[in-house]
């Protein structure tokens, strides 16, 4: 039986862990957080086709039937608006008339839930506070994963799905770099109330929005609301229960005061967004100084840059430990979902033969730097875009949107 350990409890460990153990490999994840509920201030994740399909070849069906019912109401559209709240484009997610596909769809859920959803049914598999600092590889392929407290593990394959500051890619692939955008951010939530409700935009009842502001500025607006009869097991509950929008608010560095924003304490922050968003609509603005201070928090936007081919061994990576992205497409999680469904697929037909299992992880890194890096350049360009600080490209970008909107016939082309 193949052994495979994963290093990183996070969403494509997780599920890759998940589709693992359903096929009756033998697998462990370590995880640095002390606890599952670690994470429980989970903000929303938008899940889209990929990410949906990678669940659904993972999870029991059991278990993909308890996360579909476990998320929010799904986007009907996407919008680009000004910083007046009037609209840039429109997009709706499904084509006039179509059917939403029952697997392969766009969702919305909470991020602890969607953990918490991953670790049903692996029990003791997931191990908690196990950092990974380094590992060995044997001459005959045996991996061993050495830990902060001193344990250690071996395996016939190890997995990095440690997030950005994954050490397993430090070790595997020095060269491997990630680059500074520029571009910091500022989040926070607010509760959905009918008081609340009254300041969104129409477009944010049918799905999230872009708000695109001068001075190379943007926000994202999104609402994550539970299905009316939606009844959470208590285990799923994220620390906040209730309906709530989530906002996070992009600007590049050179436009920013010069402290850093990861120092600056919550409620510095919050007046800093406040500040910024000055001259914006009454409503956006309200909607950033009517969140609670305490749900404030700071992003630096960094990005990976592409690594050449390297050649496969018995450990490999996944998700941001390889291609992390800025959050503009809201793509970040689902290519590492779709990286757990592609690695599990790989190992599971290789069988448990060293020389099998080294040609498989060759063929799923192939496929995974191909779309892996696409979706860091995307994500790279529409964070550009929405931060122009070119006075005539932010008039052009406006433009383009607007005529883009006014043909549909090639706005669900270029957009759909
Ligand atoms: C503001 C924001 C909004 C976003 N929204 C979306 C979205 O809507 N949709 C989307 O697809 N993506 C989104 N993303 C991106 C998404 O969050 C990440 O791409 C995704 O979490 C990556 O998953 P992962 O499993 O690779 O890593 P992670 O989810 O970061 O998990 C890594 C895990 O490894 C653990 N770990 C770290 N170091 C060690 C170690 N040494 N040993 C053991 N364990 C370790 C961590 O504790 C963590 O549990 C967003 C990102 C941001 C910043």
């Known amino acids: 039986m193949l052994r495979v350990l994963i290093a990183g409890g996070g969403i494509g460990g997780l599920c890759l862990a998940q589709g693992l153990h359903q096929a009756g490999a033998d697998v462990t994840v370590f995880e640095r957080a002390a606890a599952p509920d670690a994470f429980k201030e989970g903000y929303r994740i938008h899940i889209d086709p990929d990410g949906s399909r990678a669940l659904h070849a993972c999870l029991p069906a059991e278990r993909f039937a308890l996360f579909e019912s476990a998320c929010g109401r799904p986007p009907e559209a996407f919008a680009f608006l000004t910083e007046q709240l009037t609209e840039l484009l429109s997009v709706d997610v499904l084509k006039a008339g179509a059917r939403p596909d029952p697997i392969a769809a766009h ?91 009254s300041l969104l935009p129409a477009h944010l009842h049918r799905g999230p929005a872009m708000v695109l502001a001068p001075g190379g500025r943007n926000v994202f607006l999104a609402t994550h609301q539970y299905r009316s009869g939606t009844d959470l097991p208590e285990h799923l509950q994220p620390a906040d229960r209730g309906d709530y929008l989530v906002w996070g608010l992009s600007a590049r560095r050179a436009t920013l005061p010069r402290t850093g924003l990861d120092r600056m304490p919550r409620a510095r922050l919050h007046c800093l967004a406040q500040d910024l968003a000055a001259t914006w609509h009454p409503h956006l603005r309200r909607i950033i100084q009517e969140s609670a201070p305490a749900t404030v928090s700071a992003f630096t936007i960094r990005t990976a840059v592409p690594v050449a081919a390297w050649p496969p061994s018995t450990v490999t990576v996944l998700g941001d430990a390889i291609h992390s992205m800025p959050p503009s497409r809201g793509i970040g999680a689902n290519t590492a979902l779709r990286d757990a469904e592609l690695l599990c697929r790989s190992l599971v037909a290789a069988g448990s033969h060293p020389a099998g299992v080294t040609a498989a992880i060759g063929g799923y890194e192939r496929q995974m730097r191909e779309y892996g890096f ?38 669900d082309r270029v957009f759909g």
Not at 376 to 399: D, E, I, M, W, Y
């Open 107 to 197: 969702r919305s859920i909470n991020r602890f839930t969607l953990r918490q959803i991953l670790l049903d049914g692996l029990g003791d598999r997931v191990r908690f506070g196990k950092e990974l600092r380094r590992y060995e590889t044997a001459p005959d392929g045996t991996v061993t994963a050495y830990f902060a407290d001193g344990g250690r593990a071996t395996g016939d394959v190890l997995v990095g799905a440690e997030g950005t500051h994954s050490r397993v890619r430090a070790q595997l692939l020095p060269h491997a770099e990630r680059a500074d955008t520029g571009v910091d951010g500022i989040a926070g939530r607010l509760p959905l109330t009918p008081q609340t409700l």
């Open 374 to 411: 696409a979706a860091v350049k995307a994500s790279v360009q529409a964070l550009r875009q929405s931060v122009t600080g070119n006075p005539v490209a932010f008039t052009v970008s406006k433009v383009a949107l607007r005529m883009f909107n006014a043909v549909p016939a090639i706005r």
